[in-house]
Each structure stands twice: as structure tokens, then as C-alpha cells.
T-cell receptor, first 116, second 115 residues
Framework: AQTVTQSQPEMSVQEAETVTLSCTYD???????LFWYKQPPSRQMILVIR??????QNATENRFSVNFQKAAKSFSLKISDSQLGDAAMYFC?????????????FGAGTILRVKS | KAGVTQTPRYLIKTRGQQVTLSCSPI?????VSWYQQTPGQGLQFLFE???????NKGNFPGRFSGRQFSNSRSEMNVSTLELGDSALYLC??????????????FGQGTRLTVV
């Protein structure tokens, strides 16, 4: 079974600064997808960024980028120019591309606080 | 385009009762997944439905069940409620059962409190 570990329960960042959230995962599969989801106080999970394991190039979405290290099974999220609206719980998630379906395996989450 | 709609948003039930939660996926989406979110266990996968068939199931007791209708709307049912069932229940819809780059869109959840 796959597992996802987020070792940072809470992180803080100053507005306009950069912060990196860590995520490691364990799997015996070679084909899979990795995601970062954001859950603000409204509770709605919002997809931040996605990475396909077969792609060596790190995904980037505006101020959000990932550092995907497949051999190390590491998938960190970098938020540049942090904004107050980035404050939320961030979840790292894994989805198999070898098993049927859309089941996501989530990490425990990291609370991100943004200071003005 | 309307998002994923979950009803009700909040629910208070008594131990031993049963409850039914509803999820209406995004129009055109045929896959619906359910997750339970608690402070202690985090986000855990309950089950997934596609074309009215359960395709995948998480490690939950048989008290947790679900179904999907022909219009892709899904319901989950929890019978004989326990205090530990108190949680945020999230529903996610996806376009198809399995396809590359299929994104899961989440609803705002149903907050269930068992007293």
C-alpha cells in the first residue's frame, strides 16, 4: 500500500517571502501522479499543482512549483511571493496510474500561516 | 459550470441512528469518490463509484455504504452511528473512471456530528 508523509505539521512565512512544504511518499509502483491540494477554512479542497511521475520536468503553476525527486520519493511544494490568501492547510496526495480509479492517498497535511 | 454540491452542509445525529449524505458531481462527471476527514486519522478514502458501480473501497466497516444513480449523483449511508463517525465527509468528482490527467474536484463537505 502507498503512504504519504508530511513531516511539517505547521509552517509560517512572511508575506512576499518563499516557503517550501515537504512531502515524501512510499510506493512500489513506477507510474503514478502526485498532487498538492489546498484546504482553506472554507473546507473546499482546491488543486494547487499536479505532477506525473513519468515526467522529469518539475511542474509549475504561477507562484507554485514543485521539486520532484523520483528516486528519493520526494515531492516538495515551493510557494514564491507568499500572499495572505495562501494561508491554508496543504495536503500532498498520491494517485496510482496502475490501479483503476481515482483513489487519492493523502498525507496528514501542513498548516501554512502567512504573516503580514 | 456548477461545482460539486454536497448536502446537507451540517448534520447532528444521535448514536445508533443512521444518516444519508448526498453528492451531486459536476455535470458530465461520472466518477464520484468519498473521503472521511478527521483530526486524528486525516483524510481517508471511503469508496469510489463509476457508472453506478462501486469500483474501489477503502478500509471501513460495512456500516459505511454508498450508491450512485444513473445521473451520477451519489449518496453515502452510515448506519448505527458511533461517536467516532463524527467527521467532515468530502465528495470528489472526476470526469472518467481512469484517464491521464483526470483532476478530482471536491465539494465543500458535510460536517457530521454524532452525539
Amino acid at each position: 500500500a502507498q503512504t504519504v508523509t508530511q513531516s511539517q505539521p505547521e509552517m509560517s512565512v512572511q508575506e512576499a517571502e518563499t516557503v517550501t512544504l515537504s512531502c515524501t511518499y512510499d510506493t512500489s509502483e513506477s507510474d503514478y501522479y502526485l498532487f498538492w491540494y489546498k484546504q482553506p477554512p472554507s473546507r473546499q479542497m482546491i488543486l494547487v499543482i499536479r505532477q506525473e511521475a513519468y515526467k522529469q520536468q518539475n511542474a509549475t503553476e504561477n507562484r507554485f512549483s514543485v521539486n520532484f525527486q523520483k528516486a528519493a520519493k520526494s515531492f516538495s511544494l515551493k510557494i514564491s511571493d507568499s500572499q495572505l490568501g495562501d494561508a491554508a492547510m496543504y495536503f500532498c496526495a498520491y494517485r496510482s496510474a496502475e490501479e483503476y480509479g481515482n483513489k487519492l492517498v493523502f498525507g496528514a497535511g501542513t498548516i501554512l500561516r502567512v504573516k503580514s | 459550470k456548477a461545482g460539486v454540491t454536497q448536502t446537507p452542509r451540517y448534520l447532528i445525529k444521535t448514536r445508533g441512528q443512521q444518516v444519508t449524505l448526498s453528492c451531486s458531481p459536476i455535470s458530465g462527471h461520472r466518477s464520484v469518490s468519498w473521503y472521511q476527514q478527521t483530526p486524528g486519522q486525516g483524510l481517508q478514502f471511503l469508496f469510489e463509484y463509476f457508472s453506478e458501480t462501486q469500483r474501489n473501497k477503502g478500509n471501513f466497516p460495512g456500516r459505511f455504504s454508498g450508491r450512485q444513480f444513473s445521473n451520477s449523483r451519489s449518496e453515502m449511508n452510515v448506519s448505527t452511528l458511533e461517536l467516532g463517525d463524527s467527521a467532515l465527509y468530502l465528495c470528489a468528482s472526476s470526469l472518467r473512471g481512469q484517464i491521464m490527467n483526470t483532476e478530482a474536484f471536491f465539494g465543500q463537505g458535510t460536517r457530521l456530528t454524532v452525539v
